[in-house]
C-alpha cells in the first residue's frame, strides 16, 4: 500500500511537470544551460574602464620601474649638482633660463637613469615674488629645468629633490598594490539595534556583503552584513588610516628618513640679476576668458597671483566681493581646503548668515545666505574616500558627479570643487575615474 502511494504521487509529478513544459510555463534547464550560467562570465570592459586603463597606463609608464639592494645606490642630492645652460651676463624680464641637473648616487656614481622627484623655483624674497620652474626629466640622470624671469631685481633658485627614483617608484607601486592603508567602519542603526561592522573597495566577497553602488559612476563600496540589520540602517561612516601597513621593505623605508627629504641640490650659481630691458614690451593682459593650462600658469609679486596670459579680476573692497556674488547660487564641494575659502568669504562678507543645519563634526554640511542680495552658499564634503578620525554622516553623501547633475546650469549658478588629498592612499584608478566622471557631468550641464 506505501510502495503505491509513493508510485501514484510519482506518476501525478511527472504528469505536471510534463504538462508545465509543454505549455511552456517553466524550462527545464539543460546541462549546457547550468553549465554556460554556473560558470563565471567574463564581462566585457565598459568604456569607462578602458578610459581608466589607457590614462593609467600613461602615468604609469613615465615611472621607471627600479629594485636597489642598498642605500648607496640610491640617488644623493648632495653629489649631484646643478648648472645653467648658456649662462648670460646680462637677463631681461620675459627671457627663459635653463639649469642642467646631473644626478650621482651615494658612491658618487652618474645616475643612468631619471625618476626621482624634484621641486624647483626662483624667488625674490625682498619683493614677495617666486614662480615655480618646469622640470623636464631626460630619462637618462639629468634633467633641464626650465624658468621664467617674470621681475626684475636678485633672483635666487631653490631646487630640491624630494625623493630619489627609487622611493618615487616604490612608493607608485605600493600605492597602486592594494587597499590596506585606510580602515573603513559602518555604523548601523535599527530598531534600537546598533552594530559596527568593516567596509572598504574590497573585502572578501565570499560572505555576504552590503553593497552601495553607483552604476553610471561604476563605483562601489561594500560592509559586511550586520546581522538582521538591514544594508539600508547605514547611518555613519569612518576612515582612519592603518599605520601598522605598508608594501615597502626595509631598505624603501629607510628612505623616508626626514633627512632624506626635500634636500638642496648644490649649484654652481647663487643669483642673477635681471632688469627691464628697453626691448621688452609688455603688452595689456585681456582678461582670463576660461582655462587654458600652462605651467607654469603664473607667480606671485608682492604676495600677489599674477596669471601668466591673461589679467584676473580682482575683489579688493567688501561692495567689490558683494557685487560679484549678488544673485549667485554657490555650490563648494571638496575637502578642508574648499572649506578653508568658505571661512574666509563667510568671515569678510558680513551679510551673510548661517543657517544651522544641525549636523555634527566639521564635514558637516554648511549654508549661508543673503536675503537682501539674493545670494546662497553651500559648501559640502566630497563623498567616500573621505579621511575622518570620527563617525560622520552617510546619509549626505554625493559624488561631485552626482551632484552636478542634480543642479540646474544657468548664469546664476557657481559650482567649485577640489579633489584629491583624500585620494592619496588609493590606488590612482580611483581617482582618474571619479575625475572622468566629473568631466562626463560638466559637458552634460553644458550641453
Known amino acids: 500500500m506505501k510502495h503505491q502511494r509513493i508510485l501514484v504521487l510519482f ?12 505549455r511552456r510555463i517553466v524550462k527545464i534547464p539543460t546541462f549546457i544551460y547550468l553549465k554556460s550560467n554556473c560558470e563565471e562570465v567574463t564581462k566585457e570592459e565598459t568604456e569607462l574602464q578602458k578610459e581608466v586603463k589607457t590614462i593609467f597606463n600613461e602615468v604609469d609608464s613615465s615611472i621607471p620601474k627600479i629594485s ?15 648648472n645653467i645652460i648658456n649662462p648670460k651676463d646680462k637677463y631681461c624680464v620675459g627671457d627663459s633660463l635653463t639649469v642642467q641637473v646631473d644626478m650621482f648616487d651615494h658612491l658618487g656614481k652618474r645616475k643612468t637613469y631619471g625618476g626621482d622627484f624634484m621641486t624647483a623655483r626662483i624667488y625674490s624674497p625682498d619683493i614677495k615674488a617666486s614662480a615655480s620652474g618646469r622640470v623636464e626629466d631626460l630619462r637618462n640622470g639629468s634633467y633641464h629645468i626650465h624658468y621664467t624671469l617674470f621681475w626684475q631685481g636678485t633672483v635666487q633658485f631653490s631646487i630640491l629633490m624630494v625623493h630619489p627614483s627609487e622611493l618615487t617608484s616604490a612608493l607608485w607601486q605600493g600605492r597602486n598594490k592594494g587597499y590596506g592603508y585606510v580602515a573603513h567602519t559602518g555604523y548601523f542603526v535599527y530598531k534600537g539595534n546598533e552594530a559596527k561592522v568593516k567596509c572598504g573597495y574590497d573585502l572578501n566577497k565570499t560572505q555576504e556583503l552590503c553593497e552601495y553602488s553607483n552604476p553610471k559612476e561604476e563605483e562601489y563600496f561594500y560592509c559586511e552584513k550586520p546581522g538582521n540589520i538591514p544594508c539600508g540602517s547605514m547611518i555613519k561612516i569612518m576612515s582612519v588610516f592603518v599605520d601598522t601597513h605598508s608594501y615597502l621593505s626595509e631598505a624603501e623605508k629607510h628612505l623616508l628618513i626626514r633627512s632624506n627629504i626635500r634636500v638642496e641640490i648644490p649649484k654652481n650659481f647663487k643669483t642673477i640679476s635681471v632688469t627691464l630691458c628697453s626691448g621688452n614690451i609688455t603688452e595689456e593682459k585681456k582678461k582670463c576668458p576660461g582655462f587654458n593650462y600652462t605651467f607654469p600658469s603664473g607667480y606671485f609679486y608682492q604676495n600677489i597671483w599674477n596669471h601668466r596670459y591673461c589679467s584676473i579680476t580682482r575683489y579688493r573692497n567688501m561692495n567689490d566681493i558683494n557685487e560679484c556674488l549678488k544673485g549667485k547660487i554657490v555650490y563648494m564641494t571638496g575637502d578642508s581646503t574648499m572649506l578653508q575659502w568658505m571661512t574666509y568669504i563667510n568671515k569678510h562678507v558680513n551679510s551673510l548668515k548661517m ?10 554640511t554648511r549654508l549661508f545666505v543673503d536675503l537682501e542680495r539674493n545670494i546662497k552658499i553651500e559648501w559640502r564634503k566630497h563623498t567616500k574616500p573621505f579621511m575622518m578620525l570620527v563617525f560622520h554622516t552617510f546619509k549626505e553623501e554625493y ?9 540646474s546650469g544657468n548664469q546664476h549658478t557657481v559650482y567649485i570643487f577640489t579633489l584629491g588629498m583624500h585620494f592619496r592612499l588609493f ?7 571619479r575625475v572622468i566622471n566629473i568631466r562626463r557631468a560638466i559637458e552634460q550641464l553644458l550641453l
Open 68 to 82: 636597489f639592494t642598498h642605500f648607496n645606490n640610491t640617488t644623493s642630492a648632495w653629489n649631484s649638482k646643478a
Open 11 to 22: 506518476l501525478l509529478s511527472m504528469a505536471v511537470i510534463s504538462f508545465l513544459v509543454h
Open 427 to 433: 590606488p590612482l584608478e580611483r581617482y582618474i575615474r
Open 399 to 407: 559624488t561631485i558627479p552626482d551632484q552636478i547633475d542634480h543642479i
Open 355 to 364: 543657517f544651522n543645519l544641525y549636523n555634527e563634526h566639521w564635514p558637516m
